[in-house]
Structure formats: C-alpha cells, structure tokens
DNA sequence: TGGCGATGTCAACAGGTGTTGGCCTACAGT
DNA sequence: ACTGTAGGCCAACACCTGTTGACATCGCCA
C-alpha cells in the first residue's frame, strides 16, 4: 500500500476559511459563545458545511487549536540569556497568532481545551525547560516547566484577556525587563 | 430619613442558597454553562426566584461574585517577607474560597467578568502594592501591582483551572518558596 | 456526452436557554 | 378573624443551539 500524499482536494480554501475562523471566534468568545452558525457565516459557507468537515463542534475545535510554539533552541544561546529570550519569544508568539488566545480562553471553560493546554506545556515547553535547567532529575525539570508557565500565562491574561490596564499599556521591552529575571531563576536557579 | 436598616426578610435563606449555588456553578462551569435552571435545583428552588431576587443572569453574576480579597496589613510585615506574606495569603485565599475561581473562569470569556476582575486589581491589589513599593510615582505602583497580579493568576490558572499536574501536585510551600522571591522583587527592586 | 462523486444549500428537528406572567399559599399587621 | 403582601411554583414564550437528511450543482474522467 501506498503511504497516502497530501491528495490536494477541491475544498481545500473552504476548509481553511472555516479553520481561520473559528480560530478567530474561538478567540474571542470562547468555547460556548463561538457558535458554528457564527463561524459558518464568517467563511462564508453554509453551517452543515462545518459538520461535514470536521465532525462536530469539538472536532472543529481540535483541529482550530493545533498549534505550534515554534520553541527557539535554546542550545543556541547564552545561559543567562535564556530568560530573555523565551520572554521575548513568548510575547512574539502570542501577538502573531490569536490561536494562543483561543486555547487559553477555551481552555479555562472547556475540558477538551484544558487537555490541549496541558498537551502543549508536556510535550513543547517541558523538553525546552529540561535541556537547560541545571538538576539532573526529570521530575524537577517538569517543576521549573510549569514555573515559567504560570508566569507567561498570567502575563497573557493580564495583557490579553483581562487587559489590566498597566499590563495592556505596558510597551513589551518593559515586560521583557521585569519577566526575564523571573524565568532565567525559574529555569535555571537551585531549587529552593 | 432614616437610613434603612439590615430589615431582614424571610426569604434571606433563599437568597443565600442561591448565592452559594451560583458561586458553585460559575466556579465550576464558567458563566456559559452555569445555567439558571442548575442553579436553581442546587438551591431547591424555582428558576424564577432568580430572577425575582437578582433581576436576571448578569445581575445574579454580580452579586454572586462580589469578593474581598481580604488583604493583609503589609504595614505590619517587614519589608523583606512581603512577597512571602502575600504569596501565602493568595494560596490560603484560592483554597478556601471557590469565588475566586469563578471570578476567573467567568472573567476570561465574560465581559462583565473582566471588569469585575480589574476593579478587584485596582482597588484591593494596587493600594497594597503603592504602599509597599519604593516609587514615588503612583503610576509606577500600578505596574508593580499588575505584575504580581501576573504571577499570581498564572499560578492560578495553572494550579487550580488548568490543573497542570506539575503544578497541582507541588505542595504549598513549594509553591511558596518559589514565588516569594519574584512577587518581592516585583513590589520593592528598583525598576529594570 | 454521460455519469458520478465531491461540493454546497435549504429546511427542519429536538433539545435547551433566559425570561415572563398567572396562580396558589402562608404569614404578618390590624 | 381578615386581609394584603411577600414567597413560591407552574407552564409557557420566543429564541438559539448543534446536528441531520434531502435536494441541487459543479467539475472531472471515461
């Protein structure tokens, strides 16, 4: 048998315009809010349309919020840069792709989102924390993964979603400066 | 006039079987899926009592998250525990106090929500962080409020809504002796 | 040219939602 | 004891949701 090639279909643009935007109102109206009959009109397709290509609403949602963080490779850069830059990377990520706020915002009302958020953080940022945090046990370096999350998700919400005022005004090379300390500890400091 | 007094009515039992049933429901749902009729059977009575004693959804969202992060009295630590205290008292706070999580998974897709979530910032938050801090500047303070805000969700969200298994598995104190010295820094370094 | 599968539209279903008004009951004030 | 009012329940409303199946149409291949 042969392996199965990309096999271009007719549909392909539809199933794109579907996919971008759901992935815009999955950002800005969450799991239950962002309904396929909204979506639907945004791709400018009948809503039966969504059903037959994705299965229903979760299927929908699932193939919406794969996503890649594209994570630097930090073997590339100084020790005690490696705050700054997935800092700087994060915030990077995070403007350029409203996937990120889709997922957080699912994420928190929807089970299926919260699954994919903790796919993300075990499968693209624990290897990152791991290759540069200095403890040789894996279970630590799980530990110093989820530090560095919580400081760059609620930053993202603050910024983001909540949209605190000073986080919102905040010009990115000032967050930069107060968060990378922050993670280059969480990575790379003796554990407490 | 005299100003009108507590007056209490009959039905106080009622309006506090709903309000724990709401806070139940909004902690565990998000506001979406917390559906009126749910509420109501928590609380054993009829949909429409809700909306005779809060007028509708949003009201009763309003009154079901009103919340007091019962601050401590920073003046009383010294400088240097602060970020201990405060951490600290977060945790103990999340932990017994389901409101908060109701607050946030509500305030990530809610507009209502949100703000709500912003007026706790700037009204309970900010005060502490502007007495605590070492700028002169009050604009400065709010920053340094946002960012402890920052650390504070993310730790949050990771812990108690997105469950991070790294990050709902580490005990307290852990959490503590990790956090403490960035929420410090936050509120007294210079600024970067 | 004929046919056939992929692409797309339309209309409808079954269920759930917030919300409303009418009705009954029990208690408090006179 | 009588009555007005507050507390409570029931049934219904209008609307919106995800999802489905029947029907039309386009484009490719023989």
Redesign the pocket.
């Known amino acids: 048998m042969t392996a199965t090639p990309p096999a271009p279909?007719?549909?392909?643009?539809?199933?794109a315009a579907i996919l971008i935007a759901a992935r815009d109102r999955f950002a800005a109206d969450g799991?239950?809010?962002?309904?396929?009959?909204?979506?639907?009109r945004d791709a400018?397709?009948?809503?039966?349309?969504?059903?037959?290509?994705?299965?229903?609403?979760?299927?929908?949602f699932a193939a919406a919020s794969e996503f890649d963080l594209r994570m630097p490779d930090v073997a590339a850069v100084a020790t005690e840069d490696v705050g700054a830059v997935l800092v700087t990377h994060f915030l990077e990520r995070w403007e350029e792709d409203e996937a990120l706020t889709a997922l957080l915002r699912v994420g928190v009302t929807n089970p299926v989102g919260a699954e994919r958020m903790r796919s993300i953080l075990q499968r693209q940022l624990a290897p990152v924390a791991a290759a540069v945090c200095p403890d040789p046990e894996p279970g630590r370096a799980a530990e110093r993964a989820v530090l560095v999350a919580s400081q760059i998700l609620g930053m993202a919400v603050s910024r983001y979603v909540l949209r605190f005022p000073p986080a919102a005004a905040m010009p990115r090379e000032e967050v930069v400066a107060w968060l990378a300390p922050t993670v280059q500890r969480y990575l790379t400091a003796v554990a407490p």
Chains 1, 2 share one sequence.
């Open positions: 279909r007719r549909s392909d643009a539809t199933r799991y239950e809010r962002a309904t396929i009959r909204a979506i639907a400018g397709i009948d809503p039966s349309m969504v059903m037959r290509y994705y299965g229903n609403k979760e299927g929908l």
